[in-house]
């Protein structure tokens, strides 16, 4: 009896090796599969989140905290910092007893995986009283933002907020690094290739598995509807 040749056993090792890169990217399109799908629901979430917030309120929740503030009768209200400012007045937005609050979903809240603060900051708690933002005792003044599969802050920008000019802020990713949002390139990028509508009233997005922000383009995971597939 004879034994195998190099040759046959490189042979063999070498469809080993193939069948396992094969197995290995076909399971990572199941991950980023599944990422992609927790990102979407955590906009649909947060979609009807807002919408309770506008049935209860008329406009979408303003996507900086001075327009929170002049919401809800607190104009010296300003965000502490250039970082994560539209996400986290949503959230904030979104956690205000008044009317029929809290809109936040208590689930997504409770979510230490989803629901983080990475430029620590919070809010004047003369601004969370009952007669202005309403914010239930006892909780964290914190200014958080919900977070991505892939540890970055959701991007949120309200239709009014779009239209201040020079009005941007930094995004700052799970790695550390920061992202600068503008009113300008996101008036670009957000409108229609053909009919030149934008989202109505807001933007909500996440920067997708790249974790580059493509202002709702690419890989990018939105509240709207891709414009991907419209000729441009
Ligand atoms: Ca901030
Ligand atoms: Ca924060
Ligand atoms: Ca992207």
Redesign the pocket.
Known sequence: MRGFTLVEIMVVVAIIILLASVLLVSFSGVFSKSENAQATATIETLKSNIANFQSAWGPAPPGNLQDLGTLVGYPALT???K???GI?ALVLALRSKRERGPYLDGPLFQDDERRTNL?I?SVLESACAPRYLDIEDGTSRE?FEIVDPWGNPFVYIDANSLNLGGFQYNVTKGDGSTVVITATEAQDALRHPVTGAYPTEYALWSFGEDGINDYGRGDDVTSWPKYDDVEE
């Open positions: 965000d502490p910092n970082d994560n400012v986290e430029d900051d200014l």
